[in-house]
């Protein structure tokens, strides 16, 4: 069981029933899955470019990722119906911990800039939405090997009925959120 987890079921459970005033200990929010998208145009039709984003995201990620494809031709894009248009992989259970631990803990330091995480990107559910610019932050990525940098949506959805209990979650979790100033 990976660190972050053990200290969720631990120490966090029992904070989160508190602060949110919720005394079921099941009804406490939880993580349910983590998914992570690679969506690009230009995968289609280039053999070398899908190995290597199929090969970083698998490093990334522990696990093979799905090939999504279009669902409709779109003239406009020259795409055709079933054409590759990206990567997508679901985390649950212990690679799910896994992924986040690693994400906040050396990730969100590795990048450039970084102020923390705009809140803007929930979305009314209690799920969360954010994009990262390149692979090359992830430890498991050696700068060297990647020839073109390539960026992810990270959606995390989780059991809470709205935004401010998955808020909470999250920075329990140790998210860096970005500070909101009150006018």
Request: aromatic share 10%; proline share 4%.
């Amino acid at each position: 069981m990976s660190s972050l987890h053990e200290t969720f079921r631990t120490t966090i459970i029992p904070q989160l029933g508190q602060e949110l005033a919720i005394r079921n200990v099941l009804a406490v929010p939880r993580i349910e899955k983590i998914v992570v998208n690679v969506g690009w145009g230009e995968l289609k039709g280039n053999e070398s470019l899908q190995k290597s984003v199929s090969e970083s995201l698998s490093l990334i990620t522990g696990q093979k990722p799905v090939v999504t494809k279009a669902k409709k031709a779109i003239a406009g894009f020259k795409l055709r119906e079933n054409d590759l248009v990206g990567f997508r992989i679901t985390l649950r259970g212990k690679r799910m911990y896994d992924f986040l631990d690693r994400l906040i803990t050396y990730v969100f330091p590795r990048l450039r800039d970084f102020q923390g995480i705009a809140v803007k990107g929930f979305d009314g559910h209690g799920n969360f939405s954010f994009g990262l610019r390149e692979q090359t932050v992830f430890p498991e990525i050696p700068f060297q090997s990647n020839d073109r940098t390539w960026g992810m949506q990270v959606t995390i959805v989780t059991s809470s009925p709205d935004d401010r209990q998955a808020q909470v979650l999250l920075k329990h979790l140790g998210f860096p959120f970005t500070k909101t100033e009150s006018a």
